[in-house]
């Protein structure tokens, strides 16, 4: 049974920084696709950022339009984590981030992900 647990959420100030992680277990981490979405109340979930498993053969890492160059996600397979670095923050980025696991080469909308986490809060204050 596949399981995502996320951490990492909380609350910051507008332009701050926070990181999440999400522990991965009864997957083959090392050939999964992972990605972060993100969701609030009355929308659908929205693509984050994804990182593929031929990331270590120079397949790079994709976001959102609203995220690039403020989110970073990485991934240590040694330790069944796939993390997401956000930086910038605003009030707009305010949602429930969940993890979430694929066995497709590369998973970008939420039907092509398999397993997903329970969520965490992240809070931005202006």
């Known amino acids: 049974q596949v399981q995502l647990v996320e951490s990492g959420g909380g609350l910051v100030q507008a332009g701050g920084s926070m990181r999440l992680a999400c522990v991965a277990s009864?997957?083959?981490?090392?050939?999964?696709?992972l990605g972060w979405f993100r969701q609030t109340p009355g929308k659908e979930r929205e693509f984050v950022a994804g990182i593929t498993w031929l990331e270590r053969l120079g397949r790079g890492p994709d976001y959102a339009d609203n995220v690039e160059g403020r989110f970073t996600i990485s991934r240590d397979n040694a330790k069944n984590t796939v993390y997401l670095q956000m930086d910038s923050l605003n009030p707009t980025d305010t949602a429930v981030y969940y993890c979430a696991a694929s066995r497709k080469i590369v998973a970008k909308v939420t039907s092509d992900f398999s397993s997903w986490g329970q969520g965490t809060q992240v809070t931005v204050s202006s």
């Open positions: 009864g997957l083959r981490f090392d050939t999964a696709s």
